[in-house]
C-alpha cells in the first residue's frame, strides 16, 4: 500500500532540471508557526531544535518538534529516550492509519513539549518527502495541530533532494545551524539555494544563521554579507551542550553555570525573535565554483 496519496505533480518547476508536487491545500498545517532547521550532517540540529523547542515551550507556548531523519533521534532529550517513528506504528498495522491513536506515535516531553519521529523507508527504498508528507497527513487527520502555537521540523542533514525538502512545503521561515568552517558554510549555501527554489511556489522565506559550535563567526558573517543572510543567534562550543546529550536531556535542565545560564537565555532570546517574526530574507547563494574560491580560508 502506498504510503502517501496527497501530493501531485505541479508545473512550473521549482528549479531549474527538478519537477516538485503541488502541497494538497488541505494539508496546510493552519495557524501554528512553522520553522524547519537545516544544515550539515552533524552540526547540531537536533541539539538546536531541542533546545528552542523547550525554549517556546518555557515562553508559554504549545509546541511541536517534529524529526525527519531515519535515526529518530531528534526528540530524545526531551523525551529522554528513542521514540518509535510514525513508520514504526504504521507498519504494525499494516499501513492502515486509520486504525493509530495519537498516543501511538505523538509523545509529550520536557516542558509539555509534544515530540513525533517521523522516521523514514528502509534504506534505498523509498522517499523522506513521504513520510513527512504522511505525519503532517496523521496530526491533521488526529486534529493534533488546532491547538499546537509552535512546530518546529528537525531536517536530515544537508540532503537538498525534493524528499527532504518537504518541510519547506510547511514551513514559513528555514533556519540554517553551521558553524564557523568551510564545511558547514559551503553546504550552508546549497540549502539555502534550496528554499529559495522551493519559495518560488510556496511561503517559505529565510529567517537566518544559527552559528553553532564556534567561538568566533567571522567566516558565518562574511558569507552572510556576501549573500544577504543574516545571524539570528550564536551558540559556542560548550562542554555542557555536548553533555546535555549524554544525559538525554535539555540544556535548560543541566546544573547551572554562567555559561549554561548565557546560552539558555540565547535560546529563549531566539525563541522571542522568532514568534515576533523575523523579516523574509532574499538570499542569493553563490555556485559551487564560486563559494570554493570565496572560502578560501588564509
Known amino acids: ?77 526531551l523525551t529522554k529516550k528513542l521514540m518509535p517513528t510514525v513508520i514504526d506504528v ?10 493509530l491513536r495519537p498516543e501511538d506515535y505523538m509523545f509529550e516531553g520536557f516542558n509539555g513539549v509534544m515530540c513525533v519521529e517521523a522516521g523514514g523507508p528502509p534504506a534505498g527504498t523509498g522517499c523522506g518527502g513521504y513520510v513527512v508528507g504522511q505525519t503532517v497527513k496523521l496530526l491533521k487527520q488526529h486534529h493534533l495541530l488546532e491547538e499546537t502555537d509552535v512546530v518546529i521540523f528537525d531536517v536530515l542533514g544537508d540532503v537538498v533532494c525534493g524528499g527532504f525538502a518537504a518541510p519547506l512545503q510547511h514551513a514559513d521561515r528555514a533556519l540554517v545551524v553551521a558553524a564557523n568552517d568551510f564545511d558547514s558554510i559551503f553546504a550552508m549555501n546549497r540549502i539555502v539555494a534550496a528554499i529559495k527554489a522551493k519559495s518560488k511556489n510556496y511561503d517559505v522565506r529565510m529567517a537566518g544563521v544559527i552559528a553553532n559550535r564556534s567561538a568566533a563567526t567571522d567566516e558565518i558573517d562574511r558569507f552572510c554579507n556576501a549573500t544577504g543572510l543574516e545571524t539570528l543567534a550564536h551558540f559556542p562550543d560548550l562542554d555542557a551542550i555536548r553533555r546535555s546529550r549524554l544525559k538525554k536531556c535539555t540544556l535548560f535542565e543541566m546544573d547551572s553555570s554562567p555559561e549554561v545560564e548565557a546560552a539558555c537565555n540565547e535560546y529563549k532570546r531566539l525563541g522571542a525573535l522568532l514568534w515576533a517574526g523575523t523579516r523574509p530574507l532574499e538570499a542569493n547563494p553563490m555556485k559551487d565554483r564560486d563559494i570554493f574560491e570565496f572560502l578560501g580560508f588564509e
Request: proline fraction near 5%; aromatic fraction near 6%; hydrophobic fraction near 35%.
Open 1 to 77: 500500500m502506498a504510503l502517501l496519496d496527497l501530493e501531485r505533480p505541479t508545473v512550473p518547476l521549482d528549479g531549474e532540471g527538478s519537477l516538485q508536487v503541488a502541497l494538497d491545500p488541505s494539508m496546510k498545517i493552519g495557524t501554528a508557526k512553522v520553522f524547519a532547521v537545516y544544515g550539515k550532517g552533524g552540526i547540531g540540529k537536533s541539539t538546536t531544535s531541542s533546545n528552542l523547542s523547550a525554549a517556546f515551550s518555557l515562553l508559554g507556548k504549545r509546541v511541536l518538534q517534529i524529526g525527519c531523519d531515519p535515526k529518530h533521534d531528534s526528540t530524545f532529550t
Open 90 to 99: 504504521l507498519e504494525t498495522v499494516n499501513f492502515h492509519h486509520e486504525e
